[in-house]
């Protein structure tokens, strides 16, 4: 069982940076991929990005990549979202998801925390 909680949203100007986490608690966490994705309402999950137990291996979706990047400490149980230059298209709950294998459909996450709100301002 692992329980995921995501903290660091907020309300930026566009152009503005953060970086979200996503905190673990569970004995087996390191064992997870962890990915994150973002929602608006009225409209599906949209996959962000994921990462791989050990951190090697990271995928993030081409709309984002050349701004997001996500890292992941396992000695902490924390995985992180870092977000540049945020656009006001950024807007949305941010979720963190962990799972047994890298993936971008969400259903292949088992355990997601309860989300963070990202809000980007012209």
């Known amino acids: 069982q692992v329980q995921l909680i995501e903290s660091g949203g907020g309300l930026v100007q566009a152009g503005a940076s953060l970086r979200l986490s996503c905190a673990a608690s569970?004995?087996?966490?390191?064992?997870?991929?962890v990915g994150w994705f973002r929602q608006t309402p009225g409209k599906e999950r949209e996959f962000v990005g994921t990462?791989?137990?050990?951190?090697?291996?990271?995928y993030v979706a081409e709309a984002v990549k050349d701004r997001f990047a996500i890292s992941r400490d396992n000695a902490k149980n924390m995985v992180y979202l870092e977000m540049n230059s945020l656009k006001p298209e950024d807007t949305a709950v941010y979720y963190c998801?962990?799972?047994?294998?890298?993936?971008?459909?969400?259903?292949?996450?088992?355990?997601w925390g309860q989300g963070t709100q990202v809000t980007v301002s012209p």
């Open positions: 990462i791989w137990w050990n951190g090697g291996t990271t």
């Open positions: 569970g004995r087996t966490f390191g064992n997870y991929a």
């Open positions: 998801a962990a799972g047994g294998r890298i993936a971008s459909r969400a259903s292949v996450y088992d355990y």
